[in-house]
T-cell receptor
Framework: NAGVMQNPRHLVRRRGQEARLRCSPM?????VYWYRQLPEEGLKFMVY????????ESGMPKERFSAEFPKEGPSILRIQQVVRGDSAAYFC????????????FGNGTRLTVT | KQEVTQIPAALSVPEGENLVLNCSFT??????LQWFRQDPGKGLTSLLL?????REQTSGRLNASLDKSSGRSTLYIAASQPGDSATYLC?????????????FGGGTRVLVKP
């Protein structure tokens, strides 16, 4: 049973470009979460999605960031017009349901903005 | 607003010594608390999950206790090994309705010297 798959592992973008980060949850998991780990900071919640629904986006920056989890295909975290401060590790995690199941994390996408 | 603190930020011990990692949180009305391990360049691995109604959880050499009223959890790792070297993170989930929206501590970086 494959774990949470994130790609790419490393992404380099120049200021002003768009970054697209992909996440395929574990098989059977319908809840996806995105977290961001800035350099020298802890993990911070960004957004919680179920298929075709954004449940909680209280951690998302108000501009340039968006997330989706379509009926078919992976969840996508999209950052438009990237700036240097967006450089971070972005982690996706999934769980099967809302209950007591622990989160399963992917290995992250490390975004570097030059 | 929930805040989670982990002290110390870093810890170095000789192999065989027991490890004690501390986690404190400001809002005691939590749903559960999880301990994770993070290896460099990797994602997070869930170690133990303690429900708010539980006092402790054990898995092999790992034992985690929870004192909700005082806002503290402790992770004990018995007879440490070099392979235990990693960053250990605790995270709290505030409510069942919030899904796995977690608030993380800053982590304790552990080095076990052979």
């Amino acid at each position: 049973n494959a774990g949470v798959m994130q790609n790419p592992r490393h992404l380099v973008r120049r200021r002003g470009q768009e970054a697209r980060l992909r996440c395929s949850p574990m098989k059977g998991h319908s809840h996806v979460y995105w977290y961001r780990q800035l350099p020298e900071e802890g993990l911070k919640f960004m957004v919680y999605l179920q298929k075709e629904n954004i449940i909680d986006e209280s951690g998302m920056p108000k501009e340039r960031f968006s997330a989706e989890f379509p009926k078919e295909g992976p969840s996508i975290l999209r950052i438009q017009q990237v700036v240097r401060g967006d450089s971070a590790a972005y982690f996706c995690a999934s769980s099967p349901q809302k209950g007591n199941s622990p989160l399963h994390f992917g290995n992250g996408t490390r975004l570097t903005v030059t | 607003k929930q805040e989670v603190t982990q002290i110390p930020a870093a810890l170095s011990v000789p192999e065989g010594e027991n490890l004690v990692l501390n986690c404190s949180f400001t809002d005691s009305a939590i749903y559960n608390l999880q301990w994770f391990r993070q290896d460099p360049g990797k994602g997070l691995t869930s170690l133990l999950l303690i429900q708010s109604s539980q006092r402790e959880q054990t898995s092999g050499r790992l034992n985690a206790s929870l004192d909700k009223s005082s806002g503290r959890s402790t992770l004990y790792i018995a007879a440490s090994q070099p392979g235990d070297s990693a960053t250990y993170l605790c995270a709290v989930r505030q409510s069942k309705a919030a899904g796995n929206k977690l608030t993380f501590g800053g982590g304790t970086r552990v080095l076990v010297k052979p």
